[in-house]
């Protein structure tokens, strides 16, 4: 059996937010709403664990003016 490929982040967070539509359209019966709530669950977990990857990534990149590494806060204000 092969690994089921993992989507990309932007596929995965289109997903959730299909099935988020869905589930607030009310349309569904119980099991069709439990079911796409799993699957949102699971998607969610999936898009955290990749921007949480992502957060440790930024802070190994980010190095103070003597090339050391350092951890620094992003502001709000620092991303707009």
């Given at each position: 059996?092969?690994?089921?490929?993992?989507?990309?982040?932007?596929?995965?967070?289109?997903?959730?937010?299909?099935?988020?539509?869905?589930?607030?359209?009310?349309?569904?019966?119980?099991?069709?709403?439990?079911?796409?709530?799993?699957?949102?669950?699971?998607?969610?977990?999936?898009?955290?664990?990749?921007?949480?990857?992502?957060?440790?990534r930024i802070e190994v990149l980010l190095k103070?003016?003597?090339?050391?590494?350092?951890?620094?806060?992003?502001?709000?204000?620092?991303?707009?």
């Amino acid at each position: 059996m092969m690994a089921k490929k993992k989507q990309t982040f932007e596929a995965s967070l289109k997903k959730l937010e299909e099935i988020v539509t869905q589930l607030e359209e009310g349309d569904l019966s119980l099991e069709e709403s439990l079911k796409l709530f799993e699957d949102g669950v699971k998607l969610s977990r999936e898009c955290q664990d990749r921007l949480d990857q992502a957060e440790r990534r930024i802070e190994v990149l980010l190095k103070d003016r003597n090339g050391n590494p350092t951890l620094q806060e992003i502001d709000d204000e620092d991303l707009e």
